[in-house]
């Protein structure tokens, strides 16, 4: 592999993706003409969707309903499955049929809301769908990357959590719906959070105990409860989330719905409950899992996987644990491209390491979609709190005790001056039944790990750019150069250049020494031709020996360690006889690349 690119290059690809066009034994398309439909300065849109409020399950597949009818050659809506309640994983396949089969194309996977209150994630989804469809033919960069991709869009894994938080209070909605025994006493789902003023809001619970807690009040804003200092006694303690004894048995809240993690019921690494909480009895027990990796395993083209998550602004990348150990040189050189370009293009992100830089996750999704089925993963947490201020000045603000915005007040800065005091509900007395005399208040659902309504759009177009991005630099196989040289006694050498121009390898140095994908084929086909040896080809430009490969068929070569990214390689085949020849690159990631050359014996001409 080359050396990574240049910043300014790195730069110029944030504003415009550079896509090579597609190898594939068709040519493309021409772009029709677009009329230059206007609206002031602005382009008409064929649908119009709203970017600044948080779709319901209904609401996305009517949206992606209205997408599909739209553009019906480029667009199939389906479903993966079930979930627990019933609801469909839905999923929009994106396909020009003109350029090739579904299946034959390098694919991008990207999922989200795989715990429920993390709902931007489907907003994301959804807009990139929208993206890609009203700029297709008129945007080159983004035609070429429809006609030379797939993508398969799941905008909610956990719908039963998104509508139980958009629809609810939002509480206990990050898990699914499976049942599960939290406490242990026969009933499952049974004593989760409640209500009890019945003002819509699941709120925090604190009680004034004079000289004997563990907190006090803000000097600068009351609103807020600290910790008091070593050696120091306060005034309050909290109890927890609003809620009540529902089941008798002395405790509040101790068995919510669920009250698992999808994002631990993975086969690599997985480990048992006592272990990764979460992580249910053995991998793929949950029905939206195995509905996904039913769906993972039946397309081995996909290359590139996005799932989004929230929050705190973060590029992830595995392993989850330290002791899977770190990725294969080759793989961590791609990545690290990747990751740090995503950071240019994602002000306030950071690129990470699961288990260094955020905590340890066993079982978790791109774990196995990496180390299990060798596609290229990252996981976006959307969304980071410094982008309510967002300005360095501001920034080094929050970090001046004396400030206005200083980071303990920051939230209630901007929730007063920007949002109005939407999201904060003040405290008040409660009386309440386990606790006694207690006061309730605190902020929304929305506030904290959601975005502004207002800062979505440009949450979805940054993160669909780093896919989109990502996706562009999956392998893309294409043939090159073709040579023909007799070489005495009816023996003749052809030479084929192949070429992956993209980041990506065809096989990930992971997958490849997994053993999880297929090795990529070198395939010889053309009548009255004998392949007698075959081999690579060091140097073409220096004279060398050829590096036989050593497979019972050279007509059928296996590679796998498959090609490598930034990449050309010469293959070298000693031929008999004559006629036309084909040669095929055939890599399930990759795609396929077909080179045909003429082999012409003495005294035939041409």
């Known amino acids: 592999m080359r050396n990574p690119c240049s910043i300014a290059a790195r730069l110029a690809f944030a504003a415009a993706l550079v896509i090579v066009p597609v190898s594939m034994g068709a040519q493309q398309p021409s772009r029709a003409a677009i009329p230059p439909t206007q609206s002031g300065s602005d382009p008409q849109f064929k649908v119009r969707l709203d970017f600044n409020r948080w779709h319901d399950v209904a609401e996305l597949k009517a949206d992606f309903e209205k997408l599909e009818k739209a553009w019906p050659k480029l667009l199939k809506l389906s479903s993966l499955g079930k979930s627990h309640d019933g609801r469909d994983l839905i999923l929009m396949t994106v396909n020009n049929p003109e350029t090739g089969a579904e299946t034959a194309k390098p694919a991008m996977y990207i999922e989200a809301n795989v715990h429920g209150n993390e709902i931007q994630g489907g907003e994301v989804a959804l807009y990139t769908l929208w993206y890609l469809m009203e700029n297709y033919?008129?945007?080159?960069?983004?035609?070429?990357?429809?006609?030379?991709?797939?993508?398969?869009?799941?905008?909610?894994?956990?719908?039963?959590?998104?509508?139980?938080?958009?629809?609810?209070?939002?509480?206990?909605?990050?898990?699914?719906?499976?049942p599960v025994d939290d406490d242990n006493d026969g009933v499952a789902d049974e004593d989760g959070d409640d209500d009890l003023n019945g003002n819509g809001v699941i709120?925090?619970?604190?009680?004034?105990?004079?000289?004997?807690?563990?907190?006090?009040?803000?000097?600068?804003?009351?609103?807020?409860l600290e910790p008091v200092p070593p050696g120091q006694t306060g005034d309050y303690i909290l109890l927890g989330?609003?809620?009540?004894?529902?089941?008798?048995?002395?405790?509040?809240n101790e068995d919510p719905v669920g009250a698992y993690d999808g994002n631990r019921n993975w086969a690599s690494n997985w480990q048992p409950n006592y272990i990764q909480g979460g992580a249910m009895d053995y991998p793929f027990q949950l029905p939206e899992a195995k509905a996904v990796n039913d769906f993972l395993m039946s397309r081995p083209n996909i290359a590139g996987v996005q799932s989004y998550h929230n929050n705190g602004g973060m590029i992830l990348r595995g392993p989850g644990a330290e002791w899977q150990g770190e990725y294969p040189g080759a793989d961590v050189m791609v990545y690290d491209e990747l990751g740090r370009q995503g950071e240019r293009m994602l002000p306030y992100y950071r690129y990470l390491v699961?288990?260094?830089?955020?905590?340890?996750?066993?079982?978790?999704?791109?774990?196995?979609?990496?180390?299990?089925?060798?596609?290229?993963?990252?996981?976006?947490?959307?969304w980071n709190g410094n982008q309510y201020f967002n300005s360095p000045e501001l920034q080094q603000q929050q970090r001046d005790p004396n400030?206005?915005?200083?980071n303990r007040v920051a939230q209630y800065y901007f929730d007063d001056h920007l949002e109005f005091g939407d999201q904060f509900i003040d405290w008040k007395a409660f009386d309440h039944?386990?606790?006694?005399?207690?006061?309730?208040?605190?902020?929304?659902?929305?506030?904290?790990?959601?975005?502004?309504r207002f800062m979505n759009e440009e949450l979805c177009h940054r993160n669909m750019a780093f896919s989109l991005y990502q996706a562009d630099e999956m392998p893309l196989m294409k043939s090159g150069a073709t040579s023909v040289e007799a070489v005495g006694g009816g023996v003749y050498r052809v030479r084929v250049d192949f070429v992956n121009e993209k980041v990506t390898p065809t096989i990930l140095a992971k997958a490849a020494a997994n053993n999880v994908v297929r090795p990529d084929l070198l395939l010889?086909?053309?009548?009255?031709?004998?392949?007698?040896?075959?081999?690579?080809?060091?140097?073409?430009?220096?004279?060398?020996?050829?590096?036989?490969?050593?497979?019972?068929?050279?007509?059928?070569?296996?590679?796998?360690?498959?090609?490598?990214?930034?990449?050309t390689r010469t293959i070298e085949y000693l031929v008999r006889g004559g006629g036309d020849m084909t040669v095929t690159y055939d890599s399930l990631k990759g795609g396929k690349a077909v080179a045909k050359v003429s082999v012409k014996p003495a005294g035939t001409g041409g």
């Open 403 to 406: 400030s206005p915005i200083t």
């Open 354 to 382: 699961i288990w260094s830089g955020l905590y340890t996750v066993h079982g978790g999704f791109i774990d196995w979609t990496n180390d299990g089925l060798g596609m290229l993963s990252f996981s976006n947490e959307l």
């Open 433 to 452: 039944p386990q606790f006694g005399k207690v006061e309730m208040g605190g902020w929304k659902k929305l506030q904290g790990r959601v975005p502004p």
């Open 137 to 178: 033919g008129r945007i080159d960069q983004i035609t070429k990357l429809v006609n030379e991709r797939v993508f398969y869009v799941v905008p909610t894994v956990n719908p039963d959590g998104r509508d139980y938080f958009l629809k609810g209070t939002g509480a206990g909605s990050r898990t699914g719906h499976v």
């Open 241 to 252: 989330s609003e809620g009540a004894d529902n089941d008798n048995d002395g405790r509040v």
């Open 203 to 224: 709120e925090q619970i604190r009680k004034y105990v004079p000289g004997e807690g563990t907190l006090r009040k803000n000097a600068q804003d009351p609103r807020i």
């Open 524 to 567: 010889v086909e053309g009548k009255g031709i004998e392949v007698l040896s075959a081999g690579w080809v060091a140097n073409k430009f220096r004279p060398g020996a050829t590096e036989l490969i050593d497979q019972p068929d050279p007509k059928r070569i296996l590679i796998r360690t498959g090609h490598a990214g930034r990449s």
